[in-house]
């Protein structure tokens, strides 16, 4: 038999050696880092973010005091134009539920008469996890298209010249996607807490505007922060499972699609008690600052008569409990069929 290292070079022979899995690991960063499809994605998620960033930039603006003073006369005007309304509606003998209630000028925040509103510390989470939920679907397209193409282009089989055994290669190229793929979440992450501290000081509220919660709000994003970085682990593992185990980038992109866009809505629909096993409501769960609430089937309440929606608590520890439960089966049914199948 012949051994081939992972450079390329063949020796032949008893004295042949298989490659370390070291050595595999090393091989398998620098052809990652070196596809043309990893720095494509790259340069698009980074004209991408610079857009958003241009946009968000300007949307938002430090109000004066001179803004501060139009916006309250805009506001103090609508509330008169109101009550006008209200008045003549009640003078031409309406009853008052027709006609409803005048508001006072604590009903309108006076940021909604802002021309340009000031991005506000309670901006920063909600966009934190929308940065780490884009990255994990950036990694998720990409280990699809890693394990794809190597079935695509039949290399995986030449591979097994190099590697005859199947588990460790297969986990020397996981190992490696993970590895990339965390790296770039936390910087995607540290990139964005620059960004979101230099939109506060030049377009916006100070985090001391928060008053009482200022003093919680940096160790709050910054658990939101990780564990949007982190939502990159079971989403790889999902798309380097289905990939592998479809043999085929788009198959996998295919089912995913179908998945989130049809089977999670069809098992919502049957039975909403189900929804906190569904990976979108994990994913969701996972990311929100304590969790999220989801509705159940209707109960009776006491308190109200009524038969209101029952309320199910879905835990941060819940949410990433079940994405990766998700990525376990899927990968251990991928690996399980790669040790077995024939590949030729």
């Known amino acids: 038999m012949t051994a081939v290292d992972t450079s390329g070079s063949a020796t032949a022979g008893p004295g042949a050696e298989a490659p370390t899995f070291n050595r595999l690991l090393a091989t398998e960063w620098r052809r990652l880092s070196a596809r043309r499809f990893t720095r494509v994605l790259l340069l698009v998620s980074a004209v991408g973010y610079l857009v958003a960033m241009a946009f968000i930039w300007s949307q938002h603006a430090q109000p004066t005091e001179a803004d501060y003073a139009q ?26 539920d027709t006609c409803g209630v005048a508001p006072t000028v604590d009903s309108f ?38 394990i794809g193409a190597e079935w695509s282009s039949r290399n995986i089989v030449a591979w097994l010249f190099f590697e005859p055994r199947r588990l460790r290669l297969l ?6 996607l993970l ?23 030049q377009r916006g509220l100070p985090v001391s505007s928060l008053g009482s919660s200022a003093d919680a709000f940096w160790p709050t994003t910054l658990q939101v922060s990780v564990r949007a970085a982190l939502l990159v682990v079971p989403m790889a593992v999902l798309g380097f499972g289905l990939a592998n185990l479809m043999r085929n980038t788009a198959a996998a992109l295919g089912v995913a699609f179908v ?31 304590g969790g999220i609430t989801v ?13 209101d929606p029952e309320l199910i608590p879905v835990s941060n520890l819940h949410g990433g409990i ?22 030729t």
Do not use: H
């Open 71 to 96: 916006a309250t006369v805009a506001r103090d005007q609508q509330v008169v134009e109101i009550q006008r309304s209200v008045d003549a509606c009640l003078a031409a003998g309406e009853s008052s």
């Open 109 to 146: 925040p006076l940021d909604y008469f802002l021309d340009a509103r000031p991005f506000t510390p309670e901006q920063v989470p909600g966009l934190t996890s929308a940065v780490g939920i884009a990255v994990a679907m950036a990694a998720f397209v990409l280990a699809s298209t890693v």
């Open 171 to 176: 986990g020397a190229k996981l190992l490696t």
């Open 179 to 201: 590895g990339l793929v965390v790296v770039l979440a936390f910087v995607a992450q540290a990139i964005w807490l620059s960004s979101a501290r230099l939109l506060m000081s």
């Open 259 to 289: 998945y989130f866009a049809v089977v999670e809505t069809v098992l919502g629909g049957i039975s909403p008690r189900l929804q906190p096993y569904q990976f979108t409501v994990g994913l969701r769960a996972w990311v929100q600052d």
């Open 295 to 307: 509705y159940g089937d209707p109960v009776y309440d006491q308190q109200t008569g009524n038969l």
């Open 322 to 343: 079940v994405l990766l439960a998700y990525a376990v089966v899927v990968l251990t049914v991928s690996v399980a069929l790669f040790r077995r199948r024939d590949i």
